[in-house]
């Protein structure tokens, strides 16, 4: 089966494509002497916009002239803005060189300057886009395989179906008559061709050369925007991904495959930058544009989309009856191709928004603002949570796509036999580092049917099977995907039959083997569905102890090993500890209440007040240590109890906590859940104490509010009320968050009605005793 995954096409000649001549030099010279920056349009226009907005849309409404007179009041108190100058010169350099796009495309700087003027027109001005995509058409399969133009066309095409309605502050505006543009182009008798035409016919232009395109390292990435644009999609970065303040992002992901030894390079080590990541298929997210520029559910749209499909998989989307025998192929070459792979992955999650088209995006959640939203997003980042997919549905156009990767058998007459080829694809996908991708899409993207059968076909729930992939390279963060994504209780129990030997001999535990991924997504699994948490338990103390070759092994040397917690010496600003390890301990403090205790006091015990401050000022380690003792029932025990021997032994630190960037959330969120009010009254005295060094910074100040410092200094009564009302306001935000806990109230019923026991049920029994 190994000869179906080597690549083998020819080498591509463009020879015969059509190709721009060079760029006049004057025109360059031109495009040096403007001054574009497309942040800096961006944040002109908006606030053009907001300013005059409110007039466009009161005489839309035909509201009287009264409103007008006082809009126009309004505005002669404020400063009046200009209207935009770099959106203007970006404009007026577009006519200028729509003559020459191609041209300048294959120039290293005027490739920078067309990139930039793009993001900046086209967004707003349908007739820029236009002019774009008409300056590159006929150039289409020379620019996708160049150096600087194929991110000329990527550009566009990202720029094409951007939307100016994510901003909410330019939501329910016509721009087209704040800015006054033109939007009709007439020159010498000739009109542009509309915006879809033009998309169209670049989309006829590179479906001949697509295979070939797919497995260039330039072509992929043009193919994969043009999917995108024709799928209604728009390609975003993460928060937790977006550019940090010197450009520079984190990734803190591992590399799959051997560990290689480190050598010294002469050049200095390449730092991904946010803008590399915008390309990335295992980074961004794909959402869909609201309101689209191109619709996907037009039939002219959609049909480009099915048929560069089908020149890509052979697979026929409008033809229910395709449906195989398909026999490995070309198809299972591109899925390994280091190129052709993620645009592959990318092209099932487009036919999943395509079979969604009439629906809402399940994770649009208007309450929250885009901070809010990029908080959660570094904190379920730092956590391991894995973002929001869609799944898609039985026999659609993503699960045939699927099928057809796998060369699924829909019939057959030997049940014994029926997936033996899929068996086999899945088997040689697990081990190779693209084709793992691949398994983990479907994995996260497949419903719960055909997720069951998948599983069956690839064996992942036969101990043999499941001990094989852990030990592999590779093969293991398919079982990291696969403990992640389990979606019964049947399946979870398998599961955890197939990590008891692993856990117990201590082969995930050991740092060395670098598989604790493997125990972080078990434990993370058991807190998730209640199950197997008492085991996973027991396995843990006798795998660390067949680690250390001691039988007898306190919980608070496991939590330690887990952690693996180094200060920082002379010299260096962060702490150094296992992230996994650290995130497992997060999963672990989600176990029933009663099964914490000696977690929690492993935690608490194990180390002193200067290592608990450290751990506070440090984002992984506050997340998933202090925020997972902070997050769990303070109200009862154990959890009240590692609070107030928490509070104790940072004692003396508030104050320095308060100040600081990390630190001061636990300040905020123990003072709310200090269980008696004697003990936040300790706590505001000591800040109290302290209130001139909190005055200092922005920080400080938010914690005099947040904890009632200067109430505290006023008296106890003021204090109290003050108290009181911060209290009162958490509940009913709480509440609020929580919504209506009769659901759950109702499964738990259920449950009991069934005869099984679960670990969930004997601690409510506790409690309510």
Excluded at 255 to 261: F, H, I, W
């Amino acid at each position: 089966f190994s000869q179906f995954f080597c690549i083998n096409f020819e080498n591509m000649d463009d020879t015969d494509y059509n190709r721009p001549r060079r760029p006049n030099a004057d025109t360059l010279t031109y495009l040096k002497s403007l001054p574009l920056n497309d942040k800096g349009a961006h944040e002109e226009i908006t606030a053009y916009i907001v300013q005059h907005g409110g007039k466009i849309r009161t005489q839309k409404d035909g509201h009287d002239n009264d409103d007008e007179q006082n809009h126009e009041n309004a505005q002669t108190e404020t400063e009046q803005i200009e209207y935009p100058q770099i959106f203007s010169a970006a404009m007026a350099a577009l006519d200028e060189i729509r003559n020459e796009i191609a041209s300048l495309a294959g120039d290293e700087f005027g490739s920078q300057c067309i990139e930039t003027i793009a993001r900046i027109t086209a967004p707003y001005s349908d007739l820029a886009a236009r002019k774009l995509l008409y300056g590159v058409a006929g150039y289409m399969i020379h620019l996708s395989t160049h150096r600087y133009g194929s991110h000329v066309i990527q550009t566009i095409l990202q720029s094409v179906t951007t939307s100016y309605h994510k901003n909410r502050k330019l939501k329910d505006v016509d721009i087209v008559k704040i800015l006054e543009l033109d939007e009709e182009d007439w020159e010498n008798g000739f009109k542009l061709p509309s915006l879809k035409d033009l998309v169209l016919s670049l989309s006829d232009e590179i479906r001949p050369v697509s295979k070939d395109l797919a497995v260039h390292i330039c072509g992929s990435h043009v193919l994969r925007s043009a999917l995108i644009t024709l799928g209604g999609c728009m390609e975003v970065v993460p928060d937790h991904l977006v550019q940090k303040s010197g450009g520079l992002i984190e990734t803190g992901l591992p590399k799959r495959g051997k560990a290689k030894t480190q050598k010294k390079k002469k050049k200095n080590k390449t730092v991904l930058m946010a803008d590399s990541v915008r390309n990335n298929a295992s980074f961004s997210q794909l959402e869909r544009v609201e309101p689209p520029r191109i619709d996907a559910n037009d039939g002219g749209v959609r049909d480009s989309l099915v048929a560069l499909v089908q020149e890509l998989t052979s697979l026929d989307l409008n033809n229910s009856n395709d449906i195989g025998p398909w026999k490995p192929g070309n198809l299972q070459q591109l899925v390994c191709h280091p190129s052709a792979g993620p645009l592959l992955l990318v092209l099932i999650k487009i036919v999943i928004h395509l079979d969604k088209i009439e629906g809402k995006d399940a994770t649009d959640d208007e309450l929250l603002t885009e901070q809010e939203k990029a908080n959660k997003s570094i904190s379920d980042f730092r956590l391991g949570i894995q973002p929001f997919q869609h799944k898609f549905d039985k026999d659609t156009f993503a699960e045939r796509l699927v099928k057809r990767i796998l060369c699924w058998r829909e019939t057959s007459t030997d049940d014994d036999e029926r997936q033996d080829i899929a068996s086999e694809i899945i088997y040689g996908f697990v081990g190779e580092t693209r084709g793992s991708h691949m398994v983990e899409t479907i994995l996260r993207t497949s419903n719960d049917s055909f997720y069951e059968n998948f599983c069956d076909a690839g064996k992942f729930f036969e101990p043999a099977t499941f001990k094989d992939y852990a030990h592999h390279d590779v093969s293991n963060f398919i079982i990291q995907t696969l403990l992640n994504t389990a979606r019964t209780r049947e399946q979870v129990e398998k599961l955890i039959k197939c990590v008891e030997s692993l856990i117990e001999d201590g082969y995930i535990l050991d740092q060395k083997n670098r598989r604790r991924g493997i125990f972080w997504r078990a434990v993370e699994m058991a807190a998730k569905f209640r199950m197997g948490q008492e085991t996973i338990l027991k396995f843990m103390r006798k795998g660390f102890g067949a680690v250390s070759s001691n039988e007898h092994i306190e919980m608070e040397h496991c939590i330690t090993n887990l952690i693996n917690l180094q200060i920082p010496k002379d010299g260096k600003r962060f702490l150094e500890l296992d992230a996994t390890g650290a995130r497992a301990v997060y999963q672990l403090l989600r176990f029933v209440p009663r099964l914490c205790g000696d977690t929690l006091s492993g935690i608490i015990s194990a180390y002193d007040s200067s290592e608990l401050e450290a751990i506070c000022n440090d984002g992984l380690a506050s997340k998933c240590i202090i925020d997972g003792i902070l997050d769990g029932p303070t109200t009862i025990k154990p959890f009240s109890q590692a609070v107030k021997r928490l509070f104790e032994k940072l004692k003396g630190r508030w104050v320095a906590l308060s100040v600081h960037r990390v630190g001061h959330h636990t300040v905020k969120k123990i003072f709310k859940k200090l269980s008696n009010m004697e003990d936040r009254a300790s706590l505001s005295k000591e800040l109290a104490d302290g209130i001139n060094r909190l005055n200092g910074n922005a920080i400080g100040r938010s914690i005099i509010l947040d904890c009632a410092v200067k109430d505290y200094m006023e008296g106890e009564e003021v204090w109290n009320n003050a108290v009181k009302k911060l209290l009162e306001k958490e509940c009913f935000l709480e509440e609020i968050l929580k919504g209506d806990v009769s659901t759950d109230k109702k499964r738990k019923r259920k449950r009991k009605k069934g005869g099984k026991s679960t670990d969930e049920e004997q601690d409510s029994k506790k409690m309510k005793s």
